[in-house]
Nanobody
Framework: QVQLVESGGGLVQPGGSLRLSCAAS????????MGWYRQAPGKQREMVAK???????NYVDFVKGRFTISRDNAKKSVYLQMNSLRSEDTAVYYC?????????????WGQGTQVTVSS
């Protein structure tokens, strides 16, 4: 059974920083692209950042220059450093990974971690 477990969310003031972590565990043969998504109340889930196995990154415009995604393949982990946080960044953040478990590839999701930006 494959699991993605996020950590690092919390309450932070505007302009502050948080670092989210996500670790994959279980019967994993290979890990492809990984990413972070978020969902604010009343809104659809949206992509925030993605990273390929060789480290190429892709960001949505509203986080460029503020957020940085990285990964550690040996630790089967992906991270999201969030700086200059704004109130509109408040959301549940989800980790996503395209993983091979047993014979098949598939999309896996974490349970989400709450990020609240408020004074």
């Amino acid at each position: 059974q494959v699991q993605l477990v996020e950590s690092g969310g919390g309450l932070v003031q505007p302009g502050g920083s948080l670092r989210l972590s996500c670790a994959a565990s279980g019967s994993i043969f290979s890990i492809g692209a990984m990413g972070w998504y978020r969902q604010a109340p009343g809104k659809q889930r949206e992509m925030v950042a993605k990273i390929t196995t060789d480290g190429r990154t892709n960001y949505v415009d509203f986080v460029k220059g503020r957020f940085t995604i990285s990964r550690d393949n040996a630790k089967k982990s992906v991270y999201l450093q969030m700086n200059s946080l704004r109130s509109e960044d408040t959301a549940v953040y989800y980790c996503n990974g395209y993983l091979r478990s047993a014979a098949t590839w598939g999309d896996y999701w974490g349970q989400g971690t709450q990020v609240t930006v408020s004074s």
